[in-house]
């Protein structure tokens, strides 16, 4: 496993699908991230609220809690943390755009991710 900075950020990438996620923590981890892969919005809920993250990379299209959902809710329960919240999803009509927007992200990134981008955001959003 590659060593994590000391003090690094805290990342979690959520994604249904599990090895997209544990890719993008992978990733994360070999930069230097303390990144962690989950893989619903519950279970992201939970680890945000154990230990905050400085920035999530969050897929919209997962059963149970969509990510614009989980975007809301954790805008909620991290009111006095400064989170930074990605979608990561394949979506890419106006009106996905605009639903990412309403949910409270902050940058909407279209799948498939250049990895080189989504390390080059990690270092510029946290």
Not at 48 to 77: H, K, T, W, Y
Not at 117 to 123: F, T
Request: glycine fraction near 6%; charge should be negative.
């Amino acid at each position: 496993m590659p060593n994590i900075t000391p003090n690094a950020p805290g990342i979690l990438c959520v994604d249904d699908n599990q090895d997209g996620a544990d890719m993008c923590a992978t990733l994360l981890k070999m930069c230097g991230f303390d990144a962690r892969a989950c893989y619903d919005g519950e279970t992201a809920l939970r680890m945000a609220v154990e230990s905050p993250p400085a920035l999530c990379f969050i897929d919209l299209n997962m059963p149970g809690m969509e990510g614009d959902e989980l975007a809301q809710r954790l805008r909620e329960l991290m009111a006095d943390h400064a989170i930074k919240l990605v979608a990561l999803t394949a979506m890419a009509r106006d009106e996905d755009f605009r639903r990412t927007d309403a949910a409270g992200f902050d940058l909407h990134l279209i799948k498939p991710a250049d990895p080189m981008e989504l390390v080059r955001l990690a270092r510029m959003m946290t």
